[in-house]
């Protein structure tokens, strides 16, 4: 497990002999909105599952929902993160001014999506974010650039 601020953990490392993201976990407010999160979902016609008990305690959550994206990257959808207040977190480096993740979140992620901009859009719309393509970058091997959909879920952009 990897800590950033008071959270149990933001990121965790799992070795299982592959170099790549496992999953991805997005947070919602509380048990209502996760409640809501789930019936929005189950009535797109997306297929959700309600974690177990131990799985939700392996994340370190109350509660997690494990579902897939439009490409089929694994999304796990959770409420009431482990928080250590007692364990503060010291960066393991010198910072200038105050190291805080707060209300902005993690960071970014680019992640591949194999299904075209419609369908990645509307299912990230369905979880509440906001934003469409607003690049074209050029990459090495590829005949055109590619398009990156810049999607966000907080006021932070």
């Known amino acids: ?6 959270w149990h953990h933001r990121i965790i490392l799992e070795e299982d002999g592959t170099d790549d993201l496992n999953f991805l976990g997005f947070r919602v ?5 996760f409640r809501e999160m789930h019936r ?6 997306i297929g959700v599952r309600i974690g177990s008990y131990e799985e939700a305690a ?3 959550v109350l509660e997690v929902m494990k579902l897939k994206d439009a490409s089929g990257f694994p999304i796990e959808i959770f409420h009431g993160p482990q ?4 364990k503060p977190f010291h960066p393991g480096r010198r910072m200038h001014g105050r190291f805080k993740t707060g209300e902005g979140g993690l960071g970014h992620l680019i992640q591949k999506e194999t299904v075209g901009f419609e369908k990645t859009y509307e299912f990230y719309k369905l979880l509440g974010m906001r934003g469409g393509i607003e690049y ?20 932070r952009h």
């Open 1 to 6: 497990y990897l800590r950033m601020d008071y």
């Open 29 to 33: 407010a509380g048990v209502e909105e």
């Open 40 to 45: 929005k979902l189950v009535n797109a016609g």
């Open 58 to 60: 392996d994340r370190r």
């Open 83 to 86: 928080v250590q207040s007692d």
């Open 136 to 155: 074209r970058i050029p990459f090495p091997g590829l005949d055109k650039p590619f398009n990156l959909m810049f999607m966000h879920c907080n006021d």
